[in-house]
């Protein structure tokens, strides 16, 4: 067999099986586990929990504008009939009469499981007589007349009671019978997806059928009306969509561009048509990997790939050009060793993100490294069969006029000195260098935060920075501890440490709690003397309270309430969002709502010191994002510095020359402060990214500064020369288009090894050995 058609079966068949493996292993997602760590702690497992599974990340937040606000409610309510008929929801809120009445009606079937003033001594004589006389006097307040018709059975005035609880937190306000924004301008909805938080194709199923459920009712209404969406199922959509549409957008133009630059070297359609298969072979390869080791692939590493493009065709156009002069079997021998030492140097520096606790950067660590040795692979054992015999003028003929840089040496003194001041630029800033935000790293827009930010405002759901965690193997287990930590945050909201809490036991209280208030409920004789003696002198007589004495007799023998039979009201609602079932077991969050100060702050001691000794943990969300991303940070920083020690170690033993390993490595150190100071100076405020894309600089720059050393007397040999620019052009290139990018990840390593790229070639030209 010919050695041109064994090699491209070779490949062929290493490509088949790579594409099914990865089809049959692989899935892939955009949603915020590459952000999420793969050992988290106790308070950070509750970060991981919420926007995994949590209800809260399954609420879809709408405004309807547009119209007048008579046709406005009615299209709310349209709206609401028409989703609730999908699959996609579990219940749409908006405030309507119907779904007061579902809420009220359990509150009234369920008050005396539900309400914690029932104790034995609410049904004491004295204790009836109180309730009763505060029932009375209720009626004569504005609100009293809503509850006039059940006060024959609920004299102790337990769903009044009841009611305020369900409003303590803010509700929207309500016009023509749904909520509106606070100016009347927009009808508001809440709706919970039937889909996980993290479930991007179901959130996406569900935001599609809101708008075709808009599109199809809005023209029957008149007017002119537009919807706005938001909440997290959105956002990650929305940045699926974005992760997605910048890897198709960004690997066309890197493709286009590098390919561009490779005719005018090559023009040749056969040479440009093999440089793909380095690319190829990469991007299987990396996909693999991470596919194999990881399971699920997250789209950002995917992108990161249109990077990898412009490394993984450097193996190539080393060997196009620097063997069309001396042939295959002396690039070999002269320039393989230096094209191994390269991949070696990134392999080492890659090699450093595989132990990041960061499951992100681990996987651009292993994606990397499979990509940069099956390109590098497919460069030295495949290329050769199939390109053939290749034309001497690449090696010959310099694609551009290269004389200036013979002349860069001169300029040394003067670059050292700029580097002196780039340090000292560094060490001045170096407390505003730094982004100490996590949200650097997200995909929404201001103006989708300052949107959603109104939503939440309109709807009364504002974000939750404080909770306190309880967890259980079971339910019943769970509530109880929920229940015992409530009782230790209450002193709190009595002495106004905190304006309140709220808690799903409020709606569902455990088994427990339900026997011992079904226990204080007096028997029908007894609970009948206890009134005739307690209303004497009362406006409502003992003989008019027999509803009230068969509800209680009733209550007596109840089965306990259920968690099935709050489905869909507010009530399940509230219940669904404060806990969450995992095989982890059972969590309930209880979050905290500051006193009304300035800060609006919790003092957090306080409220440690209060459940010191339980079992319940108090988290503060927002400290607890600022601690994951500064441990990413610190981690990142360590990380870099061991990619860097590695590859230098890697340089120190194979070149073995102090003279020869300044040579190479000193490009790689001036041009990481260049980059840092440029990017600062640009009104860059570095992240965990920037970070990785400096040790990125270093691995593949690497590459081009081993190269420069191969001078002889100082003389550069044209081929050398050449292939070191075009490899240096295209890296430039597939790393720089991601500064292109709408994700802030991608852009930022973009923005820091595109220059970085160019610059190590600059520098390591200048400080290339003299010629003699």
Excluded: C
Excluded at 54 to 69: N, Y
Excluded at 85 to 110: K, P, W
Excluded at 545 to 571: K, M, N, Y
Aim: proline share 5%; charged share 15%; glycine share 6%.
């Amino acid at each position: 067999m010919r050695p041109a058609l064994k090699s491209a079966l070779i490949w062929l068949a290493a490509m088949a099986a790579g594409l099914w493996l990865i089809y049959s292993q692989a899935r892939f997602n955009a949603d915020m586990s590459f952000f999420l760590p793969s050992e988290p702690t106790p308070e950070q497992q509750v970060l991981v929990d919420q926007i995994r599974e949590g209800a809260v990340t399954r609420l879809l937040m709408a405004a309807i504008q547009g119209g007048d606000a008579p046709r406005r409610a009615e299209l709310s309510q349209a709206l609401r009939q028409r989703l609730l008929q999908t699959q996609h929801f579990i219940s749409v809120e908006n405030g309507v009469q119907e779904s007061l009445e579902r809420d009220r009606d359990l509150l009234l079937a369920h008050r005396y499981v539900l309400s914690p003033a029932v104790r034995p001594e609410r049904f004491s004589e004295a204790g009836l007589r109180a309730a009763i006389t505060d029932s009375v006097d209720f009626l004569l307040s504005p609100l009293g007349a809503l509850f006039k018709p059940y006060l024959t059975r609920d004299p102790t005035g337990e769903l009044p009671t009841l009611i305020r609880q369900l409003q303590a937190s803010a509700q929207p306000a309500s016009r023509h019978g749904v909520w509106v924004s606070p100016d009347g301008e927009r009808a508001v909805l809440l709706a919970q997806t039937r889909a996980l938080g993290s479930d991007t194709d179901g959130q996406e199923a569900a935001l599609v059928a809101f708008k075709a459920a808009f599109t199809a009712l809005a023209p029957q209404f008149g007017g002119d009306f537009a919807l706005s969406l938001s909440g997290p199922g959105k956002f990650a959509v929305d940045a699926r969509a974005t992760i997605k549409d910048d890897i198709q957008r960004l690997t066309l133009i890197s493709m286009l561009a590098i390919f561009a630059v490779l005719f005018a070297v090559y023009r040749s359609a056969r040479l440009i048509l093999l440089s793909l298969l380095p690319i190829l072979s990469g991007v299987v390869a990396g996909v693999l990997a991470v596919a194999l080791a990881y399971g699920t692939v997250f789209g950002i590493t995917v992108g990161f790939g249109a990077a990898l493009i412009g490394e993984a065709v450097d193996y190539s156009t080393y060997y196009f050009v620097q063997s069309g002069r001396s042939g295959v079997a002396v690039w070999r021998q002269r320039f393989w060793p230096t094209v191994r030492l390269g991949v070696l140097t990134s392999v080492f520096g890659f090699a450093a993100l595989l132990f990041s606790g960061f499951p992100g950067l681990a996987q651009l660590g292993l994606y990397s490294i499979a990509g940069v040795v099956a390109a590098a692979l497919v460069a030295r054992y495949i290329l050769p069969d199939l390109a053939g015999t290749l034309p001497g003028r690449l090696a010959e003929r310099p694609p551009l006029a290269l004389n200036w840089i013979h002349a860069l040496p001169r300029v040394r003194w003067p670059v050292l000195a700029l580097a002196l001041v780039a340090l000292g630029y560094i060490v001045v800033e170096r407390q505003s260098l730094w982004q100490a935000d996590i949200s650097a790293l997200s995909t929404v827009s201001m103006a989708e935060a300052h949107a959603d930010g109104e939503l939440r405002s309109d709807l009364g759901t504002a974000d939750s920075r404080y909770f306190v965690v309880v967890r259980a193997a079971d339910q019943e287990s769970v509530l109880q501890a929920a229940e015992r930590a409530a009782a230790r945050l209450d002193p709190l909201v009595a002495d106004g440490t905190l304006a309140g809490y709220d808690t799903p036991t409020r709606f569902l209280p455990s088994l427990a709690t339900q026997a011992a208030r079904r226990a204080a409920l007096p028997e029908p004789a007894e609970l009948r003397r206890r009134l005739a003696a307690a209303s004497v002198g009362l406006p409502l007589s003992a003989q008019r309270l027999q509803p009230f004495i068969d509800d209680i007799a009733a209550a007596r023998t109840a089965p306990a309430l259920q968690r099935e039979a709050l489905a869909g009201s507010h009530l399940e609602l509230a219940v669904s969002a404060l806990t969450l079932h995992n095989e982890h077991g059972w969590s309930v969050l209880l979050p905290l709502r500051p006193a009304v100060t300035a800060e609006l702050s919790i003092p957090v001691e306080r409220v440690r010191a209060a459940l010191s000794g339980s079992d319940a943990l108090f988290v503060d969300m927002k400290g607890e994002f600022d601690a994951l991303y500064a441990s990413y940070l610190d981690e990142a920083i360590l990380l870099a510095l061991a990619g860097v020690a590695a590859i230098f170690l890697t340089l120190a033993v194979v070149l073995r020359q102090p003279r020869r390993l300044m040579t190479v490595t000193l490009p790689l150190v001036l041009a990481v402060l260049f980059v840092v100071a440029l990017l600062h100076l640009a009104g860059q405020a570095l992240h965990l990214l920037h970070l990785i894309g400096l040790l990125l600089i270093v691995a593949v720059g690497s590459n081009y500064s081993l190269f420069f050393d191969l001078a002889e007397d100082g003389r550069h040999d044209p081929g050398t020369l050449n292939s070191t620019l075009i490899a240096t052009l295209t890296t430039a290139i597939g790393f720089g288009t991601l500064a292109l990018s709408q994700v802030p990840v991608l852009k930022a390593i973009g923005v820091t090894v595109g220059p970085g790229a160019l610059i190590v070639f600059l520098l390591a030209a200048i400080f290339a050995p003299r010629q003699a």
